[in-house]
């Protein structure tokens, strides 16, 4: 087939005539473009393979003696009409567009193979849980602007969009197909998330984390959109691409830390004057942190059986463990008072963030710290890079000190110098955003944070902890 291209296209040129869609012959189908009233009636080539699955190559050879050649069709909109040819000068033009066809599919073989393409990308494959998916990245910061007041609620709502003068919000536009559409679903894998920051690296992302995931997810059971385990998944990208980094998250959900804070909050918005630390929930929570530490070193593992099998072009691949950063800072930081409580006070209605100061001192001095050090025995145990991401958001922590949310009149995306990094909760709010399962994870400046922290460790290899906003402060 590629000499007989060659051979027809030695020839002078014939100009193809544009031709009307009823003047076609029956083996040559056209495609018509409606919506372009400029060219109605008017009709491009679409190449289709012949009904029965080869070439006539009798007709590549000439069309009353002489040879044509012929360039690919354009699109309408590009190319001015062209005056109606007469009938004999039309016929030969059919024969052209036949030959056109079969030189087009002649040349299309020698184009590489996008199975050779794939298999010399790089790629950084992300597992684990919705600290490394992405979650929460729908938002620039929180703010109390409703969607009556702005459309983009002080420009933090990334998935909000006006048609007509009415706004929209599809969280599709930031989660990819990921976000939260009924039930089994919402792995709200974002456009921003962590893994996108080894895109300044050359590598490219792959996301397989899926928000709410815990270890068994990892070794050996499907879970939300992800129809197999994400060790399964990561076995097909390592079997077709060049797997240069995997980044793992995992044992969050193992010991359910979404659940025990929203134990706290709600504690605290009934106006009871415990805690999570004086009813032994912290207690609870580290006596459960050996058991975790054994299935995360068992999803390690996994990952290391599998990317043993994977070929030659993946031997060199880097493993990562990292661990969580507190999404809150230490009562002495909390800018409002405790109060007694209850769904009316600023904790509440505008940070977005309930609890008491024993919960936040509970969760920032002694519960994250304890999760941190626990993965970082882990990595050393299996051989894995740590990544300790226990400051990463320091500095803009939710209703931290120094921090602010937007206001009607702001632009977010250009405050992130001043912005809380982490999603407030939106349960007993006075104005409810997003979705619930957002809450208490880094934003989009804070999954910025996280790339940028795995970004570092990527291009300076070894195990070192990140802290992209202000040194952590014990209290």
């Keep these: 087939m590629g000499s007989m291209a060659s051979s027809v296209t030695a020839a002078p040129p014939m100009v193809l005539p544009r031709l009307r869609a009823d003047s076609w012959p029956s083996r040559v189908r056209s495609r018509m473009c409606p919506r372009s009233p400029e060219h ?4 491009y080539v679409s190449v289709l393979p012949h009904p029965e699955g080869r070439l006539k190559r009798r007709l590549l050879r000439t069309v009353k003696g002489t ?7 354009q699109h309408p909109r590009s190319v001015p009409a062209v005056p109606r040819r007469p009938r004999h000068v039309r016929r030969a033009g059919h024969a052209g567009w036949v030959l056109a066809i079969l030189a087009l599919s002649a040349t299309a073989l020698a184009v590489p193979a996008p199975a050779q393409a794939q298999a010399d990308e790089q790629v950084a494959v992300s597992l684990g849980d919705s600290f490394i998916s992405g979650e929460a990245g729908r938002w620039w910061g929180n703010s109390t602007v409703s969607a009556a007041a702005g459309c983009t609620r002080g420009g933090t709502d990334r998935a909000a969009y006006r048609k ?12 990819d197909g990921t976000a939260v559409h009924g039930e089994g679903t919402g792995c709200h894998r974002s456009d921003v998330a962590e893994i996108t920051g080894l895109g300044q690296a050359g590598l490219t992302p792959v996301n397989l984390a899926c928000s709410g ?3 068994r997810h990892v070794i050996n059971e499907a879970f939300k959109e992800n129809t197999a385990s994400q060790a399964e998944l990561l076995a097909q990208v390592a079997a077709t691409r060049q797997v240069k980094v995997v980044v793992l998250s995992i044992g969050g959900n193992d010991l359910n830390l979404s659940g025990m804070l929203r134990r706290c909050a709600a504690m605290y918005m009934a106006g009871d004057k415990r805690s999570c630390a004086s009813t032994g929930e912290g ?3 580290l006596a459960a942190l050996p058991a975790v530490e054994q299935q995360v070193t068992l999803a390690v593992q996994k990952i290391r059986q599998v990317m043993g099998r994977a070929s030659a072009r993946s031997a060199g691949y880097r493993l990562i463990l990292q661990s969580y950063p507190s999404p809150v800072p230490s009562s002495a930081r909390v800018r409002y008072g405790e109060g007694g409580g209850g769904k009316a006070t600023k904790r509440t209605l505008v940070g977005g963030c309930p609890l008491r100061d024993a919960d936040f001192d509970l969760m920032h001095d002694t519960l994250a710290p304890a999760i941190d050090a626990m993965l970082r025995r882990v990595a050393t145990a299996t051989g894995a890079e740590f990544l300790s991401m226990l400051g990463a958001v320091e500095g803009h922590t939710l209703c931290e000190q120094g921090t602010s949310q937007s206001g009607p009149l702001d632009d977010a995306a250009k405050l992130g110098d001043t912005m809380e990094w982490v999603r407030y909760g939106t349960v007993g709010a006075k104005i409810s955003q997003g979705h619930q399962q957002e809450a208490m994870h880094p934003n989009a400046f804070g999954q910025q944070a996280l790339g940028r922290c795995l970004l570092a460790l990527y291009r300076n290899p070894g195990t070192q902890p990140c802290n992209v906003g202000t040194p952590r402060s014990q209290t």
């Design 40 to 43: 109605r009636g008017q009709a």
């Design 67 to 73: 040879a044509v050649s012929a360039t690919v069709p």
């Design 164 to 175: 007509r003068l009415i706004c929209y919000y599809d969280p599709q536009r930031v989660y």
């Design 213 to 215: 995931a815990e270890t």
């Design 283 to 285: 207690d609870r929570f």
